[in-house]
């Protein structure tokens, strides 16, 4: 990572609610210092609600029903009755209200068949950004005002620094958990309505206050796969919702040009992927494209092709209404990788994004997210379209 | 959060206090087994017949003709499936607007190969009865309706239904669960051959109801494996609930006409409040023929389900239609029937009190609502 913090606050996040910079836009709809907690039923979610309640906010907890589990699924992820009764049993430990929102058709038209529409083009979606854009930062946040409050809380990784003259929304310290990457698309509008209050803590800290505060979910354990996924293999869930005529058959082909075997669809590869290739070969070889207009897939070795640029598109800013010309700052492509250096520019609706790595990086992968950093602030992010040679 | 006001007797309404005594002094004493032979259980089995025939009273019918259950979901099911299985070619018919444990065992025979067929509703969610006639004309051999529709309060033209259904020879089966302890019910007098009810929504216990059956008419069980009720409901009696059940409909026999005089003047106080809203407000259902505890109404652009939780955070407990069907997207199939769009339909809010529903509480509530209603048409 570009930042590691230097020194963490030990001890409890002071939570206070944003200022309202433009006053009379809807304080007569608003109930003072209530907060919206978007509860998942996981520690995090759960400690960020009980803070809000013990910091004396009048603090309501909502669910998201996303999509639902076969009755005889005990598998749970988040979403699972289970998750949804761990939630309900916190709020009611700290006495608050807690209501269960159902979004479940929009789940599925934003973040499942997006997720399997982008497997069938060859790309590797990032559903945890769709579900952050469409659902908890776009309806989600909506609802609140509904509520009577202003602000969401939720138990993100993040930091919104409200302090200066426009709100920032800066990487969580810890860097193990910092989950800034999936929050670009939040729109700019909407960050003085939104709150991270863990953001200022390691997960060590987090532990510690679930069980200071004795709640139910202090010990659960972290949960990394796709929620909707459940356990099973993310290929074979992409398969079940592919019909015949959806799956793209192809070659794999050696980036020399030599074909070494076939495929019966794109859908199973993604950029890097080295594992379940199915071709015996004297090295060992890596995805290094994949190209859906005739089902090729392309591998190489590790130190294969590397790109200097990216396409971007869809992107959002959150530092500035639009870059003024030539950005200079970090781009991150991956989760979990390090940002490097690159020079970005945009096309004339700032929602197309040009980048230039100052050193030409490997597994670009479209479909997934680039977020723009300067230091720990996020400028703004977009869905890569293509790698640059 | 104290002063909390509960506007949800639809789905459910709190224990009266006498029910409330009688149970917990029966949780403690009663232990036997209705059925065994020793003391206990004679004691067991006399409280039993005690409810039945309180029971029985509160709704003018002879005790023989009540088969105790354990609500009125199982007695909708077991009318339904008892006459499909019993009947010669059976034809089931029931209106669009009826609770979804009789909709849906509609729908689940239609299925199975039962030829079933759905009336449609006016408006106001009253059935049309020249199509029922129709429908009878073709063969139908029961007619489903209920007495009072959960989520608008219309009264549905029971008296007038049974006369067709008789006329052509079909069963006639009433749904009673939301008339019982709001108008007079009077088995009777109704004419009906099955009518099913359910102790909690009239200050009873969750968990008991009654088929109650005309001389003459059989109704087979649901399940096997307990010869209980005659042959019509195995399982161990419940003695608790049924205690509850007698003292709630002793309640009702002994103070009907002041509940029902009551419950209407605190509609009539919450609706006059309502209607002085800033925010266009309609009365959904029946304005003539309707019960007196139920108020379905639509704040003009405010989503159903925002203020329900907006409302909950006021603390007003409410509804946006039957219990059963809440927490799903889906707008209310009742609304859905009375001809309203979706959007519209997703607009309505119940409000439905009791018998301790004081006149304070009402006029509390219509003030939290108002606020409540114009804030989320702000919103809109």
């Known amino acids: 990572m570009a930042t590691t913090p230097t020194s963490t606050e030990a001890g409890t996040p002071e939570i206070e609610l944003p200022p309202v910079r433009e006053a009379g836009d809807d304080l007569g709809t608003i109930v003072e210092d209530r907060v919206v907690v978007a509860m998942s039923g996981g520690v995090d979610s759960s400690v960020t609600a009980a803070l809000c309640a013990e910091q004396g906010h009048d603090t309501v907890g909502i669910s998201m029903r996303l999509y639902s589990t076969p009755q005889d699924d005990y598998s749970g992820s988040c979403c699972s009755p289970d998750d949804l009764f761990d939630a309900r049993q916190v709020a009611a430990s700290v006495d608050m209200p807690f209501y269960v929102a159902n979004y479940q058709e929009v789940f599925r038209e934003r973040v499942i068949d997006y997720f399997v529409d982008e497997y069938r083009r060859g790309r590797t979606p990032n559903p945890c950004v769709a579900c952050n854009n469409h659902l908890k930062f776009d309806i989600l946040l909506d609802r609140t005002l509904a509520l009577g409050s202003r602000y969401l809380a939720t138990g993100h990784y993040a930091r919104v620094d409200h302090s200066g003259d426009r709100p920032k929304l800066k990487r969580g310290v810890d860097p193990e958990k910092d989950q800034s990457y999936f929050l670009f698309g939040i729109p700019r509008e909407a960050l003085d309505r939104i709150l991270f209050p863990l953001g200022s803590l390691q997960k060590d800290e987090v532990r510690e206050h679930a069980r200071r505060l004795g709640l139910a979910t202090a010990d659960k354990p972290e949960s990394h796969e796709i929620c909707f996924v459940g356990g099973g293999d993310y290929k074979e869930y992409v398969e079940e919702r592919l019909s015949e005529k959806d799956r793209r058959p192809g070659k794999i082909v050696h980036q020399s040009g030599e074909v070494l075997g076939e495929h019966d669809g794109i859908h199973q590869f993604t950029i890097g992927q080295r594992r379940g290739l199915g071709l015996s070969y004297h090295k060992r070889l890596y995805v290094q494209s994949i190209r859906p207009e005739d089902g090729t897939v392309v591998v190489g070795p590790k130190d294969g092709l590397a790109a200097r640029g990216l396409v971007a598109e869809r992107c959002n800013w959150l530092s500035f209404e639009r870059p003024r010309g030539p950005l200079e700052c970090e781009v991150q492509i991956r989760y979990r990788t390090d940002p490097v250096p690159a020079l970005v520019t945009t096309g004339d609706d700032a929602e197309t994004a040009f980048v230039e790595f100052v050193e030409p990086q490997r597994a670009v992968t479209p479909g997934q997210a680039a977020v723009f950093y300067r230091g720990d602030e996020v400028l703004g992010g977009g869905f890569i379209e293509e790698a640059r040679s | ?380």
């Not at chain 2, 008296?159 to 749904?175: N, P, Q, R, S, T």
């Open chain 2, 1 to 380: 959060m104290s002063n909390r006001i509960y506007l949800d007797w639809n789905a459910t309404g709190p224990l009266l206090p006498e029910v409330r005594d009688q149970m917990q002094q029966a949780l403690e004493g009663v232990p036997g087994n209705a059925s065994s032979i020793h003391q206990d259980g004679q004691r067991a089995r006399s409280e039993v017949e005690r409810a039945r025939r309180a029971l029985a009273e509160a709704v003018g019918a002879p005790a023989q003709a009540v088969v105790l259950t354990g609500g009125a979901t199982e007695s909708n099911n077991q009318v339904l499936r008892s006459h499909a299985r019993r009947t010669d070619e059976p034809r089931i018919l029931c209106t669009a607007v009826e609770h979804p444990s009789v909709l849906e065992v509609v729908e689940q025979l239609g299925e199975e190969g039962i030829d079933v067929d759905v009336v449609p509703v006016d408006g106001r969610g009253q059935p049309d009865l020249q199509a029922l006639e129709a429908s009878l004309r073709e063969g139908t051999t029961l007619v489903s309706a209920m007495w009072a529709n959960n989520e608008t309060g219309a009264v549905l033209p029971v008296h007038e239904i049974g006369e067709l259904a008789d006329e052509y020879g079909a069963v006639f089966h009433v749904d009673g669960t939301q008339a019982l302890g709001r108008i007079p019910v009077d088995f009777q007098d109704l004419g009906a051959d099955f009518m099913t009810l359910s102790a909690h929504k009239m200050g009873g216990p969750k968990g008991i109801g009654a088929v109650v059956c005309r001389e003459g008419r059989k109704v087979g069980p649901l399940m096997v494996g307990g010869h209980q009720e005659r042959g019509r409901r195995p399982g161990t009696e419940n003695v608790p609930a049924a205690i509850g059940l007698r003292a709630a409909a002793e309640a009702v026999s002994a103070r009907l006409e002041d509940w029902n005089r009551s419950l209407e003047k605190r509609r009539s106080l919450l609706w006059d409040a309502l209607r002085e809203s800033p925010v266009p407000v309609e009365l959904r259902g029946d304005p003539e023929r309707r019960l007196p505890n139920t108020l379905n109404v639509a704040f003009d652009g405010v989503d159903g389900e925002d203020m329900l939780l907006a409302l909950d955070l006021e603390g007003i407990s409410a509804s946006s239609g039957s219990a059963c069907t809440a927490g799903s997207l889906e707008p209310s199939h009742v609304i859905l029937a009375m001809g309203y769009p979706e959007d519209e339909a997703r607009e309505s809010v119940r409000f439905s009190f009791g018998p301790t529903t004081d006149r304070d509480a009402i006029e509390d509530a219509a003030e939290r609502i108002l606020s409540v209603a114009e804030r989320l048409h702000g919103l809109a």
